[in-house]
């Protein structure tokens, strides 16, 4: 088990730039392949990026791909959402989620999750 920490949200204009970090405790980390996930208000959670643990592979939603960049740094337990070109509908709670093996895009594989951080993007 690990316990996640996100942090860097915050209110943007359109356009603008922020980056989220994943703060996990525990000296597992590496093994983790790390996810983040959003929720709208009024809409489901949804798949945004993964990382897996090597840091060799990573995934995104098409609708983020070129705007947003997932990295991770073992040595200091930290992930990261580098978020560029931001628009409105980005806004939402962004959740970053851990498992053991291999990166997936479901919510229901991930039984390690932080608390969210609120990302507000406005027009």
């Known amino acids: 088990q690990v316990q996640l920490v996100e942090s860097g949200g915050g209110l943007v204009q359109s356009g603008g730039s922020l980056r989220l970090s994943c703060v996990a405790s525990g000296r597992t980390f590496n093994s983790y392949a790390i996810a983040w996930f959003r929720q709208a208000p009024g809409k489901e959670r949804q798949f945004v990026a993964a990382?897996?643990?090597?840091?060799?592979?990573?995934r995104y939603i098409d609708s983020v791909k070129g705007r947003f960049t997932i990295s991770r740094d073992n040595a200091k337990n930290t992930v990261y959402l580098q978020m560029n070109s931001l628009k409105p509908e980005d806004t939402a709670v962004y959740y970053c989620a851990a498992r053991l093996y291999g990166v997936t895009t479901n919510e229901n594989d991930y039984d390690n999750w932080g608390q969210g951080t609120q990302v507000t993007v406005s027009s």
């Open positions: 990382i897996s643990s090597s840091n060799a592979y990573t």
